[in-house]
């Protein structure tokens, strides 16, 4: 039977200590890798087809602006084919694997598209509210105000990447009546529920506004062409669809 070298149990033994902390120092990073925080929401489980709760209502809002040509995403709780459609079409937006089911990929993409407060980095609540800072004296409450305007911020969101990443400007978000009657604007007015927006011209045109919108969960798009709206597009979420931009072809 051959023995061993004294002199190489050091080696091996050194050896060993080195795999050892290699493989532990690999699953540290491995776990800090998959693990998420984020400061607005942190999903905790990957979400699909049969999936319910408040995490699949927060991934259903950030999605909404991806529900296919005139379509509108429920925002109901419920993953059902509607939004594993969304999230497909969101992934495929981002680059992602388009599979359907919102895992750690598409959490991660949307960690990086919302602040703190749960915004799209590219809008904000002051963006979508010039009226007042409490939301307050709508046609709903000041937080379901503020939590259309969340809704439509995402919207805003989709369309903005559709349209190549480049600026969209904000014009009019939500009023209270006193600021409504202010500017003139009609008594049932979307933007007294908070859920409405006017875009301004910009590095896209309104008609392009008002024609790439009707991809992005909008149900009311009204433009050139329409009553009052030669300067802006607007857009909402009204329960029955109405689109009209008859200067755009809408």
Known sequence: MSRRSPRSL???????FVMIMAASTAGVVATAGTAQADGCYTWSRTLSQGASGA???????RVAGYPGYGGVLAIDGAYGPGTAAAVKRFQAAYGLAADGVAGPATFSKIYALQDDDCTPVHFSYAELNDCNTTWAGGAVSAA?????????MWKLEALRHALGDQSIRV???FRSHACNDAVGGAS???HLYGDAADLGAG??????LAQQARNHGFNGIL???????????????????FWSASGCGI
């Not at 590095?203 to 392009?208: D, E, I, K, T, V």
Request: proline letters at 7%; hydrophobic letters at 25%; charged letters at 20%.
């Open 10 to 16: 050091p080696l091996r033994l050194l050896l060993s």
């Open 55 to 61: 995490d699949v209502t927060a991934l259903q809002i």
């Open 144 to 152: 379901t105000a503020k939590s259309n305007a969340l809704r439509t």
């Open 171 to 173: 014009t009019s978000g």
């Open 188 to 190: 049932s007015s979307r």
């Open 203 to 208: 590095p896209h045109s309104l008609c392009r």
């Open 223 to 241: 433009g050139p062409g329409y009553p009052g709206h030669s300067d802006h597009t607007h857009v909402d979420h009204r329960s029955a669809r």
